[in-house]
């Protein structure tokens, strides 16, 4: 069910050439919500590194190398599951045009404490701190 209601918010925003802010905004929700119901979900057949190449692509109009796995993040926000594996990847071509998100940011290790981050992101960052240099 989650996939096809995703498909079809896909298919409506390419039809009336929304981005996600935009669509929120039409139906009168948070960009967040319209996030939850797209949210990456891995499509039949697809491996988790075959599905962030593709989510990539579609979101930010960039090409990727997967690198190697961070971890699977697992956690209970109150109106869904988010089950989401991370890996390390690599920009192969493009420019990160941000088709979905409404900013973005390159962060150093020291910034990485700047942001707000979402409760399922936490328990990423000192994985990520301690890897980078």
């Excluded at 699977?72 to 071509?93: G, N, Q, R």
């Excluded at 941000?98 to 409760?119: C, G, H, I, Y």
Aim: aromatic share 8%; proline share 2%.
């Amino acid at each position: 069910m989650q996939v096809i209601v995703a498909e079809r918010i896909k298919e409506l925003m390419k039809e009336e050439n929304l981005n996600q802010v935009r669509l929120a905004e039409k139906i009168g929700v948070k960009q967040n919500t319209i996030s939850a119901w797209l949210s990456g979900k891995k499509e039949l057949g697809e491996t988790p590194e075959t599905a962030i190449v593709r989510e990539i692509k579609e979101e930010l109009d960039t090409e990727i190398k997967v690198g190697e796995w961070i971890d699977t993040i697992e956690f209970d926000y109150p109106t869904f599951h988010l089950s989401m594996d991370c890996f390390w990847a690599e920009v192969t071509k493009g420019h990160l045009e941000l088709k979905e998100a409404e900013a973005a940011k390159w962060l150093t290790k020291d910034q990485l404490d700047s942001v707000a981050w979402l409760p399922a992101d936490i328990t990423l960052i000192d994985k990520i701190q301690g890897y980078m240099k």
